[in-house]
């Protein structure tokens, strides 16, 4: 059984299931995405997860490290209770028009959470169709750098079969996407030049960098200032790169 079965079958049966199904291991780790997302409307679901918040959350609170969930239901379990020891959350199935109530930098996540998260993994479900949407994700990549400031796990991903139309750091300042926490970093990028721009000096302490690229070619600034590179990546222990269109 899943930790979420486990806590909604007993908690509330009798004291000693009760004291079973708190245990830090089912407690630790919670994974909501169990829970059908075709389903974040139906009544039943809702009353799951209602229960789950209003009963069970606040038991287990103190013991829980790791969240996984689905990103319409986060705000209701965020709000449910206060969880001065999590930290880690992965998000998934989000919604681009969702974001910025979650990662801008007045949200109430970002205040619960700006300096307690240490890894954070977001799928982001949208297509990345045009110049708008293209503007708002490297906003909430901003954000996300800029505003949780103990990050040291981040994995940022868009679905595979999008691809941006362009670079997603071209022409901005040398302080956007900087981090003087992070040491590990998966992210889709549009091409080469992206690399070089993250690999410039802004993440002062990163070792594992993972870049899922749309593009491949002969990248403009890497032959301008070659030994730039080298020098930067030099201190990178693993440096990984995926691609998926060659041109």
């Known amino acids: 059984l899943h930790h979420f079965d486990v806590l909604y079958s007993l908690v509330g049966v009798n004291k000693k299931l009760d004291n079973v199904a708190c245990d830090v291991t089912f407690t630790r780790s919670i994974d909501l995405t169990t829970i059908s997302l075709d389903k974040a409307d139906d009544s039943r679901i809702n009353a799951i997860l209602d229960r789950f918040c209003i009963e069970i959350l606040p038991r287990i609170q103190k013991r829980m490290e790791c969240l996984t969930i689905q990103a319409c239901f986060l705000q209701r379990v ?39 998260i240490t890894h954070l993994s977001v799928k982001i479900s949208d297509e990345i169709r045009n110049e708008l949407r293209l503007k708002l994700l490297t906003d909430i990549y901003n954000c996300i750098f800029a505003l949780i400031t103990n990050l040291k796990y981040l994995d940022l ?24 926490s992070i040491v590990h970093l998966n992210i889709k990028m549009n091409n080469f030049d992206d690399c070089r721009y993250l690999l410039d000096g802004r993440l002062t302490q990163l070792h594992v960098f993972i870049a899922n690229l749309d593009y491949i070619y002969d990248p403009v600034l890497m032959r301008v200032n070659p030994s730039k590179i080298r020098k930067i990546s030099s ?4 440096n990984t790169v995926k691609s998926y269109a060659i041109t």
């Not at 965020?78 to 007045?106: C, G, Q, W």
């Not at 991903?157 to 981090?179: E, I, M």
Request: proline share 1%; glycine share 2%; charged share 20%.
């Open 78 to 116: 965020y709000h449910a209770s206060d969880y001065v020891n999590l930290r880690s959350i992965t998000i998934v199935n989000l919604e681009l028009k969702m974001a910025p109530d979650i990662f801008f930098k007045k949200s109430s996540f970002i205040h619960a959470f700006k300096d307690q």
């Open 157 to 180: 991903g868009v679905k595979d079969n999008y691809f941006f139309q362009r670079s997603l750091l071209s022409g901005l300042s040398s302080t956007t996407f900087s981090s003087s």
């Open 235 to 238: 201190n990178i222990k693993i």
